[in-house]
C-alpha cells in the first residue's frame, strides 16, 4: 500500500505530540526497528491503537510485511482485550508499555514506549491469504465482531478518496478521531500516499491545547463527525482557527439540520470548503461525498458514489427503485466493499463473501439531480400500534423543540427517550403526540447529565 513512501524523502511525514519531526524517509528507517524480532511469516498481530508515533510506525511495519493486523482502540476495557486475545489467539501484541495483559505471552522487543509481546502458545492458522486488517465495526467496543479487509479494498478506497479530495504534498492534517476507526485510519492513508503531513494528536478537541497544536503547525485541513463539528460551532468559529483551513471533511453518522446550517454558513463566510461523506466500516471508509459546492444546495445529502463506487436503490423484495424520492435500502458495489465478518479465529480462513457488494442497512432515495439522501436504518424503524415509525426522525423532532436525546424500545408498543438535563417530560410528550398522531402512552423520558457516546464519538444507541 506505501511503498511510494521513499519518493518523498526528507519532506516531513510525522510531527508528534512532542513536537518530534519524522521526514518520509525517517519512518521507513524506523520501520526495520520494529519488524526485527517478527517472524517472516504471514502472523496474526493485535495492534493496540493510539494516535501516537509507536502506532503508526507499528501499522506500517505490519502491514507492509504481509501480516495480518488488527486495530484496536487502546481504550476498550482491560477484560474484553483479553477474551479477545482468547478467542482470536494472536501471534503478537503490539501495546503501550503500561498496559498489563493477564495473558500467556512474552516481551521479546520495545519500540519506545510499546512493547511487543509474543504468543507462548501459537496456534497455526490458516488465514485467508488476501486478508490483511481486521477492523472493529465504527461503535463496537471490544466486540468480538470485525470487518476483514484486503490490501485492494484499501487500495482502491485509498485511491477513490484522492480523486475528489484536494489533498496534496503540502498538506497537513491532524487526528482528530480514534487511529482504530475506520475515518480516522483513511485520513491517515491519504494523506501518507500522498507525501502530506499527520501531526499526531490525541487530545480532544475541546482541550485548550488542541487549538494551540493546530495553529502552531499550520493544519489546514481535518475529518470530523457530528460530535466534533458541535465543539468545533462552539469553540472555533473565529478567524485565526480558518486563517490556513483549506477544507475539512464531515462522516461517521448525519448532523442535524440546525447544525449543519450553521457549520455550512461559517464555511461559506470563511470562504473553506466543506465536504459531506458518508461511508462504514464495511467498505473500507467511504462510499459517497458531496462535493463542497453542493454543501448549500443539497444541504443534508451524502451527495454521489465515490469514483469506482455505484449505489442502488432496493425494496423490500429486493427489487431496484428508479423513481426519484421513493425510499429503499441503500445498496453499494465497489472495489473497496470488505471481505465479510469476522466473530471468531476459524472466520480468518473465510474469502471473500461479500463480492463487491454492501447491503448498508439505511433507508434513502435518489433526488432528480442523482443526489442521495438518507432517511434512517432498517434497525431504527419500529412498528407501534401497527404505525411504522422511524426513531431518527423522533429525535428530529426533539431536536428541533430544543432538546438533544436518543430514543429506543425497550418492550413492545413503547418508545423509552433519553434527553439531556430535561424534566418538563408532560410537555415534550404532547408535542409528541401532536407532532406524531402517537398516543402519549407510548412515550416514557428520562433524563441523564449527558447523553453517551463511543470511542469513536457516535451516540450509543443501546445503553441502560
Given at each position: 500500500m506505501f511503498k511510494n513512501l521513499k519518493k518523498f524523502k526528507n519532506k516531513t511525514a510525522i510531527i508528534t505530540e512532542k513536537n518530534n519531526y519524522f521526514s518520509y524517509t525517517n519512518i521507513i528507517?524506523?520501520?526495520?526497528?520494529?519488524?526485527?524480532?517478527?517472524?517472516?511469516?504471514?502472523?496474526?498481530?493485535?495492534?493496540?491503537?493510539?494516535?501516537n508515533l509507536e502506532t503508526l510506525i507499528g501499522y506500517l511495519s505490519f502491514t507492509?510485511?504481509?501480516?495480518?493486523?488488527?486495530?484496536?482502540?487502546?481504550?476498550?476495557?482491560?477484560?474484553?482485550?483479553?477474551?479477545?486475545?482468547?478467542?482470536?489467539k494472536p501471534d503478537y501484541i503490539y501495546c503501550?508499555?503500561?498496559?498489563?495483559?493477564?495473558?500467556?505471552?512474552?516481551?521479546?522487543?520495545?519500540?519506545?514506549?510499546?512493547?511487543?509481546?509474543?504468543?507462548?502458545?501459537?496456534?497455526?492458522k490458516n488465514m485467508y491469504d488476501k486478508l490483511a486488517l481486521l477492523i472493529s465495526t465504527s461503535g463496537s467496543t471490544g466486540s468480538a465482531k470485525f470487518v476483514r479487509q484486503s490490501n485492494v479494498n484499501i487500495e482502491s478506497n485509498i485511491k477513490s478518496i484522492i480523486n475528489f479530495l484536494p489533498i496534496d504534498p503540502n498538506d497537513v492534517t491532524i487526528t482528530t478521531l480514534p487511529f482504530s476507526y475506520v475515518y480516522g485510519l483513511s485520513i491517515i492513508n491519504t494523506h501518507l500516499k500522498k507525501g502530506a503531513a499527520v501531526v499526531l494528536n490525541e487530545k480532544s478537541m475541546i482541550d485548550k491545547s488542541f487549538k494551540k497544536t493546530f495553529i502552531k503547525h499550520n493544519v489546514n485541513n481535518f475529518g470530523g463527525v457530528p460530535y466534533s463539528y458541535k465543539i468545533m460551532n462552539r469553540v472555533f468559529n473565529d478567524s485565526t482557527f480558518f486563517n490556513k483551513l483549506k477544507y475539512s471533511t464531515h462522516?461517521?453518522?448525519?448532523?442535524?439540520?440546525?447544525?449543519l446550517k450553521d457549520i455550512v454558513s461559517l464555511y461559506k463566510k470563511?470562504?473553506?470548503?466543506?465536504?459531506?461523506?458518508?461511508?462504514?466500516?464495511?467498505?473500507?471508509a467511504r462510499m459517497a461525498y458531496l462535493d463542497w459546492k453542493f454543501a448549500e444546495k443539497k444541504?443534508?445529502?451524502i451527495g454521489k458514489a465515490i469514483p469506482g463506487g455505484k449505489f442502488t436503490i432496493e425494496d423490500t423484495k429486493g427489487k431496484e427503485i428508479y423513481k426519484h424520492g421513493n425510499q429503499g435500502e441503500l445498496i453499494y458495489r465497489g472495489k473497496n466493499v470488505c471481505l465479510g465478518y469476522a466473530e471468531k479465529i476459524s472466520d480468518l480462513t473465510k474469502g471473500d463473501t461479500n463480492k463487491g457488494i454492501l447491503r448498508t442497512g439505511d433507508i434513502g432515495f435518489k433526488?432528480?439531480?442523482?443526489?442521495?439522501?438518507?432517511?434512517?436504518?432498517?434497525d431504527r424503524f419500529v412498528k407501534i400500534h401497527g404505525q411504522r415509525i422511524n426513531l431518527i426522525e423522533l429525535e428530529e423532532i426533539i431536536l428541533n423543540y430544543g432538546i438533544e436525546s436518543l430514543c429506543q424500545t425497550n418492550e413492545e408498543n413503547k418508545i423509552h427517550i433519553f434527553t439531556k438535563k430535561y424534566d418538563k417530560f408532560k410537555e415534550l410528550i404532547n408535542h409528541l403526540s401532536i407532532k406524531t398522531s402517537i398516543h402519549p402512552s407510548v412515550f416514557s423520558i428520562s433524563s441523564i447529565n449527558k447523553l453517551p457516546i463511543n470511542l469513536n464519538f457516535k451516540p450509543k444507541l443501546k445503553f441502560n
Open positions: 528507517e524506523e520501520t526495520d526497528k520494529v519488524l526485527k524480532e517478527i517472524d517472516s511469516k504471514k502472523n496474526l498481530i493485535f495492534l493496540i491503537a493510539k494516535n507492509e510485511s504481509a501480516n495480518v493486523v488488527a486495530l484496536i482502540d487502546d481504550r476498550t476495557n482491560i477484560d474484553l482485550l483479553e477474551k479477545l486475545i482468547l478467542l482470536y503501550d508499555s503500561k498496559k498489563k495483559l493477564n495473558v500467556k505471552y512474552k516481551l521479546i522487543n520495545s519500540y519506545y514506549n510499546f512493547h511487543i509481546l509474543k504468543s507462548k502458545d501459537a496456534v497455526k462522516a461517521g453518522g448525519k448532523m442535524n439540520l440546525e447544525l470563511n470562504k473553506t470548503k466543506f465536504y459531506s461523506m458518508y461511508g462504514s466500516a464495511e467498505a473500507t444541504m443534508g445529502s433526488d432528480i439531480d442523482g443526489f442521495y439522501f438518507l432517511s434512517g436504518r432498517k
